[in-house]
């Protein structure tokens, strides 16, 4: 039939072209002339089929309507520039428009409505939303036959639409419906990422679950987590939750595992255990638990087997982290012990500096204890602690006794740290100092022991048998140095028998402030991110009950501090506790107030209380005035969750450092610090040797520990230079000096085998208990003179809570190592590519164990074997693949 059209067509335009032809217009006539034949050919064939939509005739009105939807359809399939026939339609878009309200209601006018809402994606004003207001009006055909912009098109309109609905209150099941075949279309044809955004523009992501299939649910949940970030709560959480549902239906159970412990949420853990039939799988998974830190406790219905559930459970302890570490470090070659000169290098510096070096004062001694615990962390041997018995230097009492006072408890606490991890053989050797006369060695063995307990649970519990008797004794020292050994040990497990015993103590009337303050800490740090109401009450009522005088005292902003950290990450689960600190002292409110807001959103990029926290540091205040301290470092705390935000930190700090105050230009290079932790950026190392050379020594100082920081564990070159320089620069400065031989051993941490990096999985979880070690030490460094360099340097081992082994150590179905080739290359980020888009860029292939630097990422170079886990950090256990073939 429609060739007869034609025909019709071809004798009426001759017929009525004189009577149709428009009054001349050059312009017009210079535009048909710029046409080839072909287009021109095509212009004048859609004038006529708009004409004959406009006839009376039933019967030619739908086979214009056809032959219109006909031309339209063949061109809008792939769109690179404005189709022809949208393009020549323009003129007539009024005019139909006006037909299509005089029309009848019939199918006819229904047809119509489909060809003006496809015309009105180029034609409509903005904001009129025509496309969308035809679509309804018309037939409900197949929604993808228009082509991919259209749909494109009508999601945007939708999303405007659904908007206005809800604001006042008409029904939208309409466009649900709608919704619902645009998903659809979208998740057939690769455009995850759309489906997502629509679905969260109308909230319902609900529908998604229906449309998912095993060959797009990975890219759906890995744009559902990444998208999740720049979410306002609560819509985070559904978001997740949908992710986590999506992973757990198709049996991706470890990627599951991973939102549960985002969530932190024990029953999803649970669940996943629980849907999981395979033992070695959920090996993998009590790998996760034992990387993240979490005080997982699995029950009966895990794990029938007793066999297999204390497998399980040993993995869950970390029992087995001192043995992959050391296995990584044989792999590397690096076992042989290094001395506080091999990191010095005090040789390549010209006469003065080296003069300096030799006089052998305590400071000097007790920088070298720290560089060398630091250095020969958990490698189980050191040249100064426990060098062979037979030598003539009698063993590790000499050097002990080269420290004074305080620094003996630091000298002992340090043979904790070398022998990390490794429970058994580092309680055997802390045995001899109980012995000791001195209660300074006595604290130190006693922080030692929590050294080497921390992050190791263990079912015999014996660090809290070994310090529970020291807790209550006399001396301050001794007891400073059970608590600290016990929230070292302990933190995160919420353990009840502590925390009734350490809430007892911020009761006593007689207990001293800094007993007091380091109880507020440990408590902080076993119940860290648990809200526990009874241990806030304990703390909040110690604050109270401080004098004036006591108020005044460094030590007072551990109280805050330890408060804050049973909300880390908890966000406004902590506004109860806000208001209380409102009551407090004004002295230490404002302080208070700052400490526990950012505490609570540490993590979670919140920009709105970034820019709180900015709000507050723009204040120009009395010298007096200490909360803009904790509030800048509340910038980096809560921007340290994403690339994006970390960077925009890193030019406000910028920002901070020109116009702030004294107390805000001493606390934004332990921002910095924190915000590229042993991740050594050069803008900011470049930022940081500027301030240490800054008039303020507490700003240099800063800036000098912040430079260890950054370059935590990854032995870089260029941060180890500009440290040499400084110890020839400071070498008559005692304190300054002491910070630079402080930092030289974060740079050399573990032989750069270790990270403080409180990020894993691929920079996607948080572990609490690292961020809390972190932080404690970051407020003691916002008071170096009194604090960190003064007489409690032993806050620096705090850090220990954040130190991970930065490897990936393969192991077999026995958990035995087997070394395969892996490629390690910087992480790409793929969220919403299309294809399949290679996930690292400039890889090398090494065999494993290898070291994972900041924003590296590894993947497997063999088949033989598949990962149990889809991140390769850590642990991994590899199953044989049962489809490889050798090639022969």
């Not at 006595?442 to 079912?459: E, F, Q, Y």
């Not at 926290?613 to 005035?625: D, M, Q, R």
């Amino acid at each position: 039939m429609a060739p007869d059209l034609n025909k019709a067509s071809g004798s009426a335009s001759k017929n009525e072209a004189p009577s149709k032809a428009p009054p001349s217009k050059k312009k017009e006539d210079k535009k048909d002339e710029d046409l080839s034949e072909e287009d021109l050919a095509l212009k004048q064939q859609l004038e006529l089929y708009v004409e004959r939509v406009q006839d009376p005739e039933p019967g030619i009105q739908k086979l214009a309507l056809e032959s219109l939807r006909q031309e339209i359809r063949s061109s809008t399939s792939s769109m690179t520039s404005v189709p022809k026939p949208l393009k020549f339609l323009r003129a007539h878009y009024g005019a139909l428009k006006a037909h299509y309200e005089k029309m009848a209601e019939s199918d006819l006018k229904k047809y119509l409505a489909d060809i003006l809402s496809v015309l009105a994606l180029t034609m409509s004003a903005e904001g009129e939303r025509e496309s969308l207001k035809y679509r309804l009006l018309g037939s409900e055909g197949d929604i993808g036959s228009w082509g991919h912009e259209y749909v494109r098109n009508l999601a945007g309109e939708i999303a405007q639409e659904y908007t206005k609905r809800q604001t006042e209150e008409a029904p939208i099941h309409d466009l649900i419906e709608l919704v619902q075949q645009i998903v659809a279309f979208h998740m057939k044809h690769n455009a995850e990422p759309e489906a997502v955004d629509l679905l969260m523009e109308v909230e319902d992501l609900d529908i998604l679950s229906k449309h998912v299939d095993k060959t797009n649910f990975k890219r759906t949940c890995l744009y559902l987590t990444s998208a999740a970030k720049y979410l306002p709560g609560p819509d985070d959480l559904v978001v997740l939750k949908i992710a986590y549902e999506i992973y757990l239906k198709f049996g991706e159970y470890a990627s599951a595992l991973q939102i549960a412990l985002f969530l932190d949420n024990s029953q999803y853990i649970k669940q996943v255990y629980i849907s999981c039939d395979d033992p070695l799988q959920k090996k993998q998974f009590s790998y996760i638990l034992a990387r993240h830190g979490s005080a997982f406790v699995l029950g009966d219905d895990i794990s029938a087997d007793d066999v297999d559930r204390e497998v399980l459970e040993e993995i869950i302890n970390n029992t087995k982290l001192s043995e992959g570490y050391l296995t990584l470090a044989r792999d590397i070659e690096v076992m042989e012990p290094k001395s506080p000169e091999d990191i010095y290098k005090a040789h390549l510096l010209d006469g003065r500096a080296s003069a300096g070096a030799s006089v052998d004062s305590a400071r000097q001694n007790l920088a070298a204890t720290f560089v060398n615990a630091f250095v020969n962390a958990g490698f189980g041997q050191d040249k100064l602690m426990t060098p062979p018995t037979d030598s003539s230097s009698g063993g590790s009492g000499n050097w002990l006794f080269k420290n004074k006072e305080h620094g003996k408890t630091s000298a002992a606490a340090s043979l904790g740290m070398i022998l990390m991890w490794d429970v058994d053989s580092g309680l055997a050797q802390l045995d001899k100092y109980f012995h000791s006369n001195d209660n300074h060695v006595i604290a130190g063995a006693l922080l030692g022991v929590g050294i080497v307990n921390c992050g190791i649970r263990n079912d015999c519990d014996p660090a809290l048998a070994l310090l529970d008797d020291f807790v209550d004794k006399e001396d301050p020292s001794v007891r400073i140095g059970a608590i600290m050994g016990l929230g070292i040990a302990y933190a995160g497990t919420q353990n009840e028998q502590i925390c009734s015993k350490l809430s007892g103590i911020l009761n006593e009337a007689k207990a001293p402030l800094d007993v007091i303050a380091f109880s507020a800490i440990s408590l902080g740090l076993v119940c860290v991110s648990s809200c526990n109401e009874e241990v806030a009450q304990a703390i909040i009522f110690a604050l109270m009950d401080r004098s004036e005088s006591e108020l005044q005292e460094p030590l007072i902003r551990f109280l805050p501090l330890g408060l804050g950290l049973l909300y880390l990450g908890k966000q406004e689960r902590v506004d109860a506790t806000a208001e209380v600190s409102k009551t407090f002292n004004e002295k230490i409110r404002k302080y208070c107030d700052m400490t526990l807001l950012s505490c609570a959103y540490a993590g979670t990029g919140n920009v709105l209380k970034v820019q709180n926290l900015l709000g507050h540091c723009a204040e120009h205040l009395e010298k007096s005035e200490t909360h803009q301290g904790p509030a800048v470092l509340g910038i980096a705390m809560i921007a340290m969750a994403e690339e994006l935000g970390l960077e925009m930190a890193i030019r406000s700090l910028e920002h901070l450092l020109q116009y702030g105050e004294q107390n805000i230009r001493r606390a934004v290079p332990l921002a910095l610090g924190l915000l590229c932790i042993s991740n050594p950026k050069v803008n900011v190392m470049d930022t940081l040797s500027r301030l240490s050379h800054d008039t303020d020594s507490e700003v240099a100082m800063a800036a000098v520990i912040s430079l260890g920081l950054i370059g935590a564990g990854t032995n870089n070159a260029r941060i180890a230079g500009m440290l040499r320089n400084l110890s020839s620069y400071y070498y008559k400065d005692a304190p300054l000096l002491f910070c630079v031989r402080i930092a030289q051993g974060l740079v050399h941490l573990g032989k750069g085998l270790l990270t403080l990096n409180p990020y894993h999985s691929d920079r996607f979880l948080l572990s609490p208990t690292a961020l809390a070690g972190l932080i404690t030490m970051l407020h003691a460094c916002l008071d170096m003179k009194n604090i960190a360099s003064g007489k409690y340097h032993y806050v620096l081992y705090f850090l220990v809570l954040a130190m991970q082994p930065r490897m990936l150590l393969t192991v077999d179905e026995n958990l035995k190592p087997l070394s395969v080739p892996v490629r390690v290359g910087q992480a790409v980020d793929v969220v919403g590519q299309a294809g399949r888009p290679k996930t690292i860029t400039g890889f090398q292939t090494h065999s494993t164990p290898v070291l994972l630097a900041a924003g590296d990422r590894a993947e497997l170079a063999t088949e033989k074997y598949i990962p149990l886990s889809p991140i390769l950090e850590g642990f991994v256990i590899l199953k044989e693949n049962p489809d490889y073939r050798e090639d022969l």
